[in-house]
């Protein structure tokens, strides 16, 4: 067996690339642990883990968020991208009690529509105020489990009538017509107890876009219902999913190892999305240096990595022979880029700190389980 000598620099950054090619993937599978590479300890160390662990935010609103994840294993950040989708607990209507549905939506429909509305309100009373709620057994009273701190009510009673001031002649139906359409903006918070305390106000239970449209009606059409809202999670039902998406993907790299120049370096730059790559003008310093590619070229356009983080990693450019062996395609395997789209009841980066609250969570559950399977 060959010495073992201690890798370089370039070769540990090298072990974090996985290699894209015009038809294949490479080195895709984690190598980062103990007995891998021979002669090196990759025990786990949660020094090392912090050591190597960054986050830097690109982008935060409060409905996107976007930020690089450093320094993690593809498990956790998947992990957490499965926490923000279906784990943390929103608000959303459960229950419609149909009172008069005349309009052409069949009762279960409308019902749906209304459970997919988001719905926003003060934090401190979704956060804290707010308990997950119990269904009743059968043969129970159906409100016998109802309570101010698991229950919301809501209601919609709209009905669509004449406009008796409508001048003679008028054509468009809006004006025709009251109440032709109904918006989420329709619904009416009716808090109970102590619910007054939490949502009132700026802080009262209300659709985050009130132009959501829910049904069109005409005249003599009516709807009216009351509705229960209650806490749960996306993995019961997708309308308790506080993201309207959460993802990500790795860090693109690209590697230009020859010069490209003049009209190839144009075309090169047209193989990938705007802003990925850039033109600049080869320097008199550059085209002196011997063997530097750009000898003779002082002036001409070069093409440089401008940034990489706007690739999509189409692969474009490896497709044209001009380019084969001036160009190196890859991503960062430890370099997650996510994306979260929250649906409004929570803020975007809130949700990604929730994220990690319920994955620790579920940490601390899993090591009392191996403790007490120890003993």
Not at 77 to 86: F, V
Not at 262 to 289: N, W
Not at 298 to 309: I, P, Q, R, Y
Request: proline content about 4%; overall charge negative.
């Amino acid at each position: 067996m060959s010495p073992h000598r201690t890798p370089s620099a370039a070769e540990l950054e090298q072990r974090r690339i996985i290699g894209i090619n015009a038809e294949t993937v490479t080195h895709g599978a984690s190598t980062d642990f103990p007995g891998h590479y021979y002669g090196e300890d990759h025990s786990f160390s949660i020094e090392e883990f912090k050591r190597n662990l960054s986050i830097e935010v690109h982008h935060n609103t409060p409905h996107d968020l976007s930020f690089s994840l450093v320094g993690v294993d593809a498990s956790i950040a998947n992990a957490l991208r499965r926490i923000l989708i279906s784990e943390i607990e929103t608000l959303a209507i459960e229950t419609v009690f149909v009172e008069d549905n005349t309009s052409v939506i069949h009762d279960e429909v409308l019902s749906h529509r209304l459970g997919l509305i988001p719905f926003k309100g003060g934090k401190e009373g979704l956060r804290d105020f707010l308990k997950e709620y119990k269904k009743p057994g059968p043969g129970e009273d159906p409100f016998a489990t109802s309570f101010d701190w698991n229950t919301v009510s809501l209601s919609l009673n709209v009905e669509c009538t004449y406009n008796q001031d409508a001048e003679e002649g008028e054509t468009d139906l809006d004006m025709l017509h009251n109440n032709r359409s109904v918006y989420a903006r329709d619904i009416v918070f009716a808090p109970n107890g102590r619910q007054a305390e939490y949502f009132s106000g700026e802080n009262a239970i209300a659709p985050v876009n009130p132009d959501i449209l829910i049904a069109k009606l005409r005249p003599g059409q009516r709807i009216a219902v009351e509705m229960h809202m209650h806490k749960g999670v996306g993995s019961d039902h997708a309308k308790f999913s506080p993201v309207a998406t959460a993802s990500y993907r790795l860090m693109p790299v690209i590697n230009i190892l020859r010069p490209i120049l003049g009209d190839d370096a144009k075309k090169f730059q047209k193989c990938f999305p705007e802003g990925v790559i850039g033109l600049e003008k080869v320097t008199r310093k550059e085209a002196a240096q011997v063997g530097s590619g750009y000898e003779n070229h002082e002036g001409e356009d070069k093409a440089v990595v401008k940034d990489a983080m706007k690739d999509t990693v189409s692969r474009e450019c490896l497709r044209h022979a001009e380019f084969e062996g001036k160009v190196k395609l890859g991503r960062k395997r430890d370099h997650f880029i996510f994306g979260i789209e929250s649906t409004g009841q929570w803020d975007s980066d809130e949700l990604f700190l929730e994220s990690i609250r319920v994955l620790k969570k579920k940490c601390l559950a899993m090591e009392r389980q191996v403790v007490f399977m120890a003993r």
